[in-house]
């Protein structure tokens, strides 16, 4: 039961350039999405999270968009850095203060 | 920056042995949760704690688990009797009171069951 999905396990950007990670969602019912981050050996951190009733939230370098009518959303780092090579998940959750589902992660290499 | 811990980083236990997980959430945070990852896979959610009761629970969270936040300070999750398949991360989280829904996590217990 995928709820939330990120069909690419994998990618890899070149320093510099704009990285998009995807993102797809089953239940209509999800209230707030939020991308972490993940280094191997470490919990996640959080990076940026949308409500749904938005449809673009902007932190410095990077921005969440997101597509109700497809249940869709996408993460952009730009301009990419070394240090943003990383696991990404993307993460839902159905009201309150509910516990979160998460996709399997994006695999995200930054090449020099 | 306050930040969740936990302890240990790594537990090693046998079969139907019990352990307990120990976190420490993030001092004025309300909210407390436990997640797994089981290696190459998802994290997925166990249990979420709030007012010292569980506020909800996912299919894995079975009679062999519980939580507890025995003091003011701590948050633990109990395996009563430990199988194989219980290696994974473990993950602690918690969430303050608020309009974002952020919740902030731990560093994560890896735990081998043999």
């Known amino acids: 039961d995928q709820q939330v999905k990120q069909n690419s396990p994998s990618l890899s950007v070149q320093e510099g350039r704009i990285s998009i990670l995807n993102c797809d969602y089953t239940?209509?019912?999800?209230?707030?999405f939020l991308w972490y981050k993940k280094y191997p050996a470490e919990g996640p951190t959080f990076l940026i999270s949308?409500?749904?009733?938005?449809d673009k939230n902007e932190d410095g370098r990077f921005t969440v968009f997101l597509n109700k009518s497809a249940k869709h959303l996408s993460l952009h780092i730009v301009p990419s850095q070394p240090g943003d090579s990383a696991v990404y998940f993307c993460?839902?959750?159905?009201?309150?203060?509910?516990?979160?589902?998460f996709g399997k992660g994006t695999h995200l290499i930054i090449q020099p | 920056e306050p930040e969740v811990t936990q302890t240990p980083s790594h537990q090693v236990t046998q079969m139907g042995q019990e352990v307990i997980l120990r976190c420490v959430p993030i001092s004025n945070h309300l909210y407390f949760y436990w997640y797994r990852q089981i290696l190459g896979q998802k994290v997925e959610f166990l249990v979420s704690f709030y007012n010292n009761e569980i506020s909800e629970k996912s299919e894995i969270f079975d009679d062999q688990f519980s939580v507890e936040r025995p003091d003011g300070s701590n948050f633990t999750l109990k395996i009563r009797s430990t199988k194989l398949e219980d290696s994974a991360m473990y993950f602690c989280a918690s969430l303050g009171q608020g309009e974002s829904y952020e919740q902030y996590f731990g560093p994560g217990t890896r735990l081998t069951v043999t």
């Open positions: 949308i409500s749904s009733i938005k």
């Open positions: 239940n209509s019912m999800f209230d707030y």
């Open positions: 993460a839902a959750k159905l009201g309150g203060a509910d516990g979160l589902t």
